[in-house]
Nanobody, 126 residues
Framework: QVQLVESGGGLVQAGGSLRLSCTVF????????MGWFRQTPGKDREFVAA????????EYADSVKGRFTISKDNADHSVYLQMNSLKPEDTSVYYC???????????????????WGQGTQVTVSS
């Protein structure tokens, strides 16, 4: 049984920062491609960022490039999403996800993700 537990969401003013955390329980953390997605009510789930387990390369959605950074700590079995210069349009529920499929570079947004966290709410006020 693989479980992903997220934390770090909250309310922040526009221009502020938040750091989301996701800890993976149940299997070898280093065997997963890790990703972050977000979903707003009434809209499709949107890819945010991913980190390859093959070569450590990262991929970002254009809307967050230059503002968000994905990273991981294998010792803590955790992946992080540092979000800077937040905008009201970043308001959403953010989900951590883990994929068994390997990827690299700009392919990680299109692979199937096998395990998902429960989601954490991020609200950015204007």
């Amino acid at each position: 049984q693989v479980q992903l537990v997220e934390s770090g969401g909250g309310l922040v003013q526009a221009g502020g920062s938040l750091r989301l955390s996701c800890t993976v329980f149940g299997r070898t953390f280093s065997s997963y491609t890790m990703g972050w997605f977000r979903q707003t009510p009434g809209k499709d789930r949107e890819f945010v960022a991913a980190l390859s387990r093959v070569d450590g390369s990262t991929e970002y959605a254009d809307s967050v490039k230059g503002r968000f950074t994905i990273s991981k700590d294998n010792a803590d079995h955790s992946v992080y999403l540092q979000m800077n210069s937040l905008k009201p349009e970043d308001t959403s529920v953010y989900y951590c996800a883990a994929a068994i499929t390997a990827c690299s570079g700009y392919g990680c947004s299109h692979i199937p993700y096998d395990y998902w966290g429960q989601g954490t709410q991020v609200t950015v006020s204007s």
